[in-house]
Each structure stands twice: as C-alpha cells, then as structure tokens.
C-alpha cells in the first residue's frame, strides 16, 4: 500500500537521475573531445552503425568534420595520427589491454593469442585457463621471415598458388571468366593450413571437402548477432534462439583432427604447440583453439585483401591498366629475383594493404586505470581508444590524394625517403605494437607468390559479366567485397 501510495514520486525520481547523469557527462574530461553534441549522453548512434555495417565509415566521417580526435560515445573516442597509435598500441605492454570485444573471438570456448585481453588473463566467462601473452614470443619463431622464408613453406605456397592459376584459367575456359573471390580464399585457407598443419594442409583449389571448409569458414553473415553478445552477454541464450549460432562441423572436424597428426613438420605451428603442451598443463582443447583462431586470422584477411588488389589492378582505366604493367615488366625482367627483392611488387602489395586494408576497422583498446593524456586530451581509466586503418591510411598530408592507387608512393626514387619513412610509420594494416599481427610477413609472403605467378604470365580484366559489388562491407572487425564474388578474365601474355 505504501509502495503504491509512494508512485507518484517515480517520476520525478527519474528527473533528478537524469539531470545527475547528464550533469555528470557535461563535466566528464571527454566532454571536451570533439564530436557530436549526442556522442556525449549516448552510445546509441554508434551501436545502430555498428549494427547496420556502417561503424568504419561513421567514424571516418565524423574524423573529417571533426579532426583527429572523435568522441564515439560517452566512453569511447577515435584517433587518427600516429602519435595516438604509438600511445596506444606500442607503450610496451603499458596496459592498454584489448577490450571485452576480443572475447566474441574465442575459440572451442578457450581464450587464444588473440582473444587474450590482457597479461595472464584469467578466463572467467569460459571453461578453461588463458593462454597467456608469453605465448606469443613462444610462437613468434614460427611467424619470422627467416622461418616464413624456409624452403619448405614458399614451395608449399608456389604450388598453392599454381593451383590457385589453374582453377582460373579452367573456369575461364568453361565459362569465360573466374570467381577469384572464391579461389583466392581457398589459396589462403591453404596457404595457412600449410603452415599450421603440415603435412595435413589442405587443398581447396583441388579438393571438393577442403573447398567445402573454406566455403563454411568464408559465406557467414554473423555481424548483427556478435554484436548484440557483445553489448548484451547476460541475453546470450535469447539471442542464440533467435539466432542460433552458424554450426562449423567441417572446420572444427579438420582442426581437431589435423591437431592431433603425430609428427607434425618441424616448421608448422602444430608441432610447436604440441612441444609446449606436452613440456606444460596446457589444457586439452588449447592446441586446436590456438590452431583455430590461427586459420581463422589467415584466411579472410589474405584472400579479401588479395581480392581487392587483383580486382582493382583489373579495372578497366588507363591508370590499373598502367599499374598492371609495370608490375608485369618487374617480374618478367627479373625471373631469378627472389620475390622479397622486387620493389615495385612489395609497393603494389602495400599500397593495395593501404587502399584495401582487409581489417580496417578499430582495434579497441582500454585505458589504463590512472588515465592517460592522448593528443592533448585527458582520457580517464576504462574509456576505450582506438584507431582504424580505413582513416589512418587517408590522412592526405602523409599519403597525398590518398584515393588513388599509387604504388609508387612507397618507392624512395619517386619521393625523398624520409617522406616514404613517414608513411612506413602510418602504416598501420597489420597493426602495430605487442598485439600486432604475428602472420605479416607469412600473409606478404602468400600475397607476393601468389602475384607473380599471376602476372608473370597472365593479363587479368574485369569480366563484362561482373555484376556483384566490390564495395567494402564491415563484418564483426574486418570487412569483405560485399558480393562475395569477383569475375575476372585471364588472358595469357
Ligand atoms: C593480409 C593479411 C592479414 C592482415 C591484414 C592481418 C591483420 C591483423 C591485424 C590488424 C591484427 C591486430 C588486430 C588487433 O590489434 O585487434 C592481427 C592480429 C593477428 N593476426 Fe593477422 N592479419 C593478416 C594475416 C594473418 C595471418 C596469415 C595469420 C596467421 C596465420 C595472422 C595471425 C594473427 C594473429 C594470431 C593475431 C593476434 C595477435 C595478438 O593478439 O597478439 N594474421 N592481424
């Protein structure tokens, strides 16, 4: 009766809270971040961006009506200079660890390297113990180059790359042009399975259950329902009914599978990780989880990345087409060049990285909990920052018009070094840092075999019939050519 009695005070009740909230976001430090007027009461807009595909070009909107720092939300902001990046991911294990979005990457639901979110995490929402940042060192060993460049890897490469060429040309033949959306995720499914798994790699350009894996690792449409796990954990099972999870029996059957192959070869991920788990107590599932987010990690990346290069290079415009031959010219005038020596390959590559960065959305990162100065502005414990490549990449005073494909941005004999030496440092598609991307120079590795044995011998055009759309789409943190297929025209030279 009381209660009831006491209902009509609810109201106001809500009033008062409400001016409290809003009078505390007034006086919040972030308050005094650029951005629009609502980013500083709500997170809302945001949300719905990320929701409907849209956070990369929001936020890269809102930083050229608002300059390098953004407020995003109440606790969230962008950078786009350098100088944030270097705070941000490279203070050296300062503390910036990565936020509770990394969880959505778990794997066999076991934290790997990449979902880790801090040193020694300790897995709470999950069943078993982290895999803790050592790891990482531990492993590196088999991401160096000098391991990459091993004999027995590029080989492994070359002949995924020569099968990647003869599916094309066949489909060419068959029906007048290739899918290279398709065949180049089955080059990097096997292009990463060689180095994990070997000798158990697979062979989706040849093999109809290997192509089946790709196509369950590469078709999904899980944006919408990772999202919403990520602002709302306590609803999983609502959201799972819903949505039910996207099954990956062939996935996890072959990684299982393949993780258990006794004597694995002693360059591939695999038999490092067995060493570790028979010296330590690693728990059981951690060697397929690790291996998983592993393949996971190494095949969108390389073949959307690989995807738009080879569509933009096809394009029919004097410039792609200009591009294309010079590129040619490098490699039929330097057959015994080994790849990592030809220039104006590696300019072609890093500028289709540049254009086309294949994770080019924000890698967020929290505030250590004493706060800390960004460009200027007090960022207190616990707000999350962040910078994307998409924006990172187009800052017109370090890559001048930074819409056009220009290789020849990256040569020392087109600019002074020092102008290439700043943008080296704005280069940002493998991350940067502690928690950078430990499949670079295995991913550039892929990306340069996998181009020279195409245009060393081969002219490609965009087919007359292609009819999906080649624009970048968000997913959860990476983005793909929207239609998922490209159609292009192999013709011998
Ligand atoms: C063009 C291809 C690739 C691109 C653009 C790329 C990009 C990235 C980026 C930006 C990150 C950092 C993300 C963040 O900080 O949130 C990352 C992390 C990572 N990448 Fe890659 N990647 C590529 C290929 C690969 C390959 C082939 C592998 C391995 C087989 C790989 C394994 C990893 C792993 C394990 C991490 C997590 C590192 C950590 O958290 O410490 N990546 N990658």
Redesign the pocket.
């Known amino acids: 009766m009381l209660i009831i009695g006491a209902l009509w005070l609810l109201p106001y009740l809500l009033i008062i809270a409400g001016l409290i909230n809003t009078a505390l976001k007034i006086r919040s430090p972030l308050a005094k971040v650029p951005g629009p007027w609502y980013t500083n009461f709500t997170s809302l807009v945001l949300k719905y961006k990320e929701f409907t595909h849209g956070r990369r070009l929001y936020i890269h909107d809102l930083h050229q009506r608002y300059g390098p720092v953004v407020r995003l939300s109440p606790d969230e902001v962008s950078f786009a200079t350098v100088d944030a990046i270097k705070e941000i991911?490279m203070s050296g294990g300062s503390g910036y660890d990565?936020t509770p979005f990394?969880s959505l990457f778990t794997q066999f639901n076991t934290r790997t390297?990449?979902s880790?979110l801090i040193r020694g995490d300790v897995c709470t929402t999950t069943t078993v113990i982290a895999l803790e940042?050592y790891m990482?060192r531990y492993l590196a060993d088999r991401?160096a180059n000098s391991n990459v460049m091993k004999p027995d890897i590029l080989s492994g490469i070359s002949e995924h790359a020569k099968d990647f060429l003869n599916q094309c040309t066949k489909a060419c033949i068959t029906q007048g042009y290739a899918d290279i959306y398709v065949y180049l995720h089955c080059f990097a499914l096997d292009?990463?399975t060689h180095?994990?798994f070997h000798p158990r790699g697979t062979h989706a350009n040849r093999d109809e259950k290997d192509y089946r894996l790709m196509k369950e690792l590469s078709y999904h449409d899980s944006l919408k329902s990772n999202v919403a796990l990520y602002y709302m954990p306590w609803a999983s099972d609502i959201i799972h009914y819903f949505n039910p999870p996207k099954p990956a029996p062939l996935s996890n059957e072959y990684v299982l599978g393949a993780s258990a192959t006794p004597n694995p070869s002693p360059f591939s991920l695999l038999s490092k990780l067995q060493a570790q788990a028979k010296a330590t107590n690693m728990p059981s599932y951690a060697v397929p989880a690790e291996c998983k987010?592993?393949?996971a990690?190494?095949v969108d990346?390389?073949g959307d990345?690989l995807c738009f290069l080879m569509h933009h290079l096809s394009l029919p415009n004097p410039e792609s087409q200009r591009v294309q031959s010079l590129l040619r010219k490098e490699l039929i005038e330097n057959p015994a060049t080994p790849f990592d020596q030809l220039p104006y390959l590696d300019a072609v590559i890093k500028e289709g990285?540049r254009c086309f960065?294949?994770?080019p959305m924000s890698?967020p990162r929290h505030v250590p909990q004493e706060g800390s100065v960004i460009e200027g502005f007090f960022m207190p414990g616990g707000t999350i920052v962040s910078c994307q490549?998409y924006t990172i990449h187009k800052d017109p005073n370090v890559f001048p018009e930074p819409l056009q494909f220009r290789p020849e941005r990256w040569l020392n004999d087109d600019d002074d070094a020092q102008a290439v030496a700043e943008r080296n440092r704005w280069f940002f598609?493998?991350?940067v840092g502690?928690?950078?991307?430990?499949?670079?120079h295995?991913?550039i590795a892929?990306?340069k075999i996998l181009l020279r044995e195409v245009y060393s011998k081969y002219r490609t055009t965009v087919s007359s019939r292609m009819d999906s759309d080649m624009e970048m789409e968000d997913q959860i943190?990476a983005s793909r050519p929207k239609g998922q297929c490209c159609k292009i025209v192999f013709e011998k030279i």
């Open positions: 991911y990565k990394y390297l990449f880790t940042i990482k991401y292009g990463v180095q994990l987010d592993h393949l990690a190494g990346t390389t990345g990285l960065p294949p994770i890698f490549p598609a493998f991350g502690g928690r950078g991307c430990l499949g670079r295995l991913a892929e990306m943190i």
